[in-house]
């Protein structure tokens, strides 16, 4: 499975970008995706996650209300709204994939594929 992140940039404090994430491959039953975010000199922290068959979304405290996780199972694609976006959320994000169950969706450990990351700088 290969995963595809894209749609990081440069945005403002208060600002809004979307990520997505496409896959290579058309199946993802029992998997979960999620999203992770990874700043300098920080360890890699969860963002948000979801079940590809839906339902049993989560999120980081730090996004939740302003980050939104969803997916298009026709385009085996998965999104990140990101509004309000403030400069301690600038990083490194990564799409990644993988069967995951509830109590593991937030452990990047659950999972088993990766994208390659993008990047999202956020300027005050």
């Known amino acids: 499975v290969q995963l595809q992140a894209s749609g990081g940039g440069l945005v403002q404090a208060g600002g809004s970008l979307r990520l997505s994430c496409a896959a290579s491959r058309s199946t993802f039953r029992n998997y979960a995706v999620g999203w992770f975010r990874q700043a300098p000199g920080k360890e890699r922290e969860f963002v948000a996650a979801i079940r590809w068959s839906g339902g049993n979304t989560l999120y980081a405290d730090s996004v939740k209300g302003r980050f939104t996780i969803s997916r298009d199972t026709a385009k085996n694609t998965m999104y990140l709204q990101m509004n309000s976006l403030q400069p301690e959320d600038t990083a490194v994000y990564y799409c990644?994939?993988?069967?995951?169950?509830?109590?593991?969706?937030?452990?990047?450990?659950?999972?088993?594929?990766w994208g390659q990351g993008t990047l999202v700088t956020v300027s005050s």
């Open positions: 990644a994939a993988g069967r995951a169950i509830l109590s593991t969706m937030r452990s990047p450990l659950a999972y088993d594929f």
